[in-house]
C-alpha cells in the first residue's frame, strides 16, 4: 500500500465517523418527531388531541362566520377519510414543532464540537430565538390574518343570504330561487389556516436569519439599507402571493414584514458595533486612511486560527 492510499484512508475516516453520528442524530429526531405525532392521537374527552387542535385552528373562521350572521358554524368533510387525514395533517406540523426543541438540541450536539467557543456563543441564542419567533409569527397569523382573510372570501355577498339557505327550518319560509350558501370545508379551510401559519412563521424568521448572516460577516447593515427599496418590492410580491387579494391583508402583511426588515438592520448593527469594540479592545482594530484598511472579519479570523 502506498503513502498515498494511506493518507486516503486517514482523511476518510473521520468523515465516516462524522456521517456515522449524523445517522444517528437523524434517527433520533425521526424518532422524536414520529412519537411527537403519536401524542397528538391520544384520547382527551372524548376526542384525539388532534381534533381539539384543529377545533381550536377554526376558532376564527368560526367567529367570523357567527359575526355575519351564522348562529350554528358547521364544518362539512365530503371524503370518510377527510376528517381523519386532516387530523394527521395537523399531527404532522404541531408535532414537528413540539419535536423541534429535541431535533434541534441533536442538531446542535451534531455542529458544536466543530465550533469556536465565539461561534457556540453566537449560535445558541439563535437556535432559541428562532421557534419562539415561529410561535410569534404563527399567533399573529392565526389571531389576526386569518380573521381578515376569511371576512374578506366570503363577504362578496350579502352575508344573511349566503347562511339563509342552512339555518332555514320549517319553521321559516325557505327562499324562491337558486341560493348560495357558505358551507365550509374542513379539508380545504385547513389548507388555508396552515398556508398562513407557515407563511407567517417563516417570515418572522427575517430577523434571526439576517442577523445571524451580519453575524458571521455574510451581510452588513449597510448593504441591507441599500437594497431597501428591492426589499420593499419583494416583500410586496409575497403579501400578493401569499394572503388574499385583499388589500388590508396584503398591507398589514406588508408593513410587520417590512418592519422586521428594518429590525433585521437594526439588529446587524449592533452585531457590527458589538465587534468593532471587541476588536478595538484586542487591539485588532485598525483605521488608516492612507494605507489599506484591515479586513477586522480576517483578523479575527486569523487569531482563532492561532488559537485552535
Not at 453575524?215 to 428591492?230: D, I, M, Q, T, W
Not at 398591507?251 to 471587541?278: C, H, N, P, Q, W
Request: charged share 20%; net charge negative.
Amino acid at each position: 500500500m502506498s503513502a498515498s492510499d494511506d493518507d486516503i484512508e486517514d482523511s476518510a475516516a473521520p468523515l465516516i465517523e462524522h456521517l456515522a453520528e449524523l445517522r444517528t442524530r437523524l434517527i433520533r429526531s425521526v424518532i422524536a418527531f414520529i412519537v411527537a405525532m403519536c401524542v397528538f392521537f391520544i384520547p382527551v374527552q372524548g376526542d384525539f388531541i388532534a381534533e381539539h387542535v384543529l377545533k381550536f385552528l377554526f376558532v376564527p373562521i368560526e367567529q367570523t362566520m357567527r359575526a355575519m350572521g351564522n348562529p350554528t358554524p358547521t364544518f362539512q368533510f365530503t371524503a370518510g377519510q377527510e376528517l381523519l387525514f386532516a387530523q394527521f395533517r395537523v399531527s404532522m406540523v404541531f408535532g414537528l414543532g413540539l419535536s423541534f426543541p429535541f431535533i434541534g438540541f441533536q442538531l446542535w450536539r451534531f455542529v458544536a464540537p466543530g465550533l469556536y467557543k465565539n461561534e457556540k456563543n453566537a449560535f445558541l441564542p439563535f437556535l432559541i430565538a428562532s421557534p419562539l419567533m415561529f410561535i410569534l409569527g404563527a399567533s399573529f397569523a392565526h389571531f389576526v390574518v386569518t380573521p381578515l382573510a376569511v371576512a374578506f372570501l366570503i363577504g362578496f355577498a350579502d352575508a344573511s343570504s349566503l347562511f339563509d339557505a342552512v339555518t332555514a327550518d320549517g319553521g321559516e319560509a325557505v327562499k324562491e330561487g337558486l341560493q348560495f350558501a357558505f358551507q365550509p370545508k374542513v379539508d380545504e379551510n385547513l389548507r388555508l389556516v396552515l398556508v398562513f401559519i407557515l407563511a407567517f412563521g417563516l417570515c418572522f424568521q427575517l430577523p434571526v436569519l439576517l442577523t445571524l448572516m451580519g453575524k458571521a460577516g455574510l451581510v452588513s447593515a449597510e448593504g441591507l439599507a441599500a437594497v431597501r427599496k428591492f426589499a420593499a418590492v419583494g416583500i410586496l410580491v409575497l403579501a400578493a402571493v401569499v394572503t388574499p387579494p385583499d388589500v388590508i391583508t396584503q398591507l398589514i402583511l406588508f408593513t410587520v414584514v417590512f418592519g422586521l426588515y428594518e429590525l433585521s438592520i437594526f439588529l446587524v448593527r449592533m452585531v457590527e458595533k458589538r465587534r468593532e469594540a471587541d476588536l478595538r479592545a484586542q487591539g485588532l482594530w485598525f483605521e488608516d486612511d492612507d494605507e489599506e484598511e484591515e479586513d477586522p472579519l480576517m483578523a479575527e479570523f486569523d487569531k482563532d486560527e492561532d488559537a485552535k
